[in-house]
């Protein structure tokens, strides 16, 4: 089995890779809350089409339904818990002593 050594090179694409600028990561984490928003307005409009669906009497799985609904309950939920992180994290952000 043969052993490679370690290269400077390599050691230095490593290091380069893992550091970021602020305005990356920001824009990184507001893309990602973006993405949750866009979801949760995604399955609340399927979940409100399927309501109004199964109220007008039209033929819906009430299992479909509730399985929607409940998506969007929990779509909720990791959103304002999402929200309510980014929150604290900023306020500790500003407590910090420069």
Known sequence: MEINPISIAGIKNIAGASTQSASGIVSDVGSTFQQLLESLSETEKT???????????????????????????????????????????????????V
């Open 47 to 97: 979940s409100d089409n399927l309501m109004k669906q199964f109220s007008s009497g039209e033929d819906v799985e009430l299992h479909e339904l509730l399985i929607s609904m409940e998506q969007t309950d929990i779509n909720f939920r990791v959103a304002i818990n999402v929200r309510d992180k980014l929150v604290s994290a900023y306020q500790e952000i500003m407590r910090m002593q």
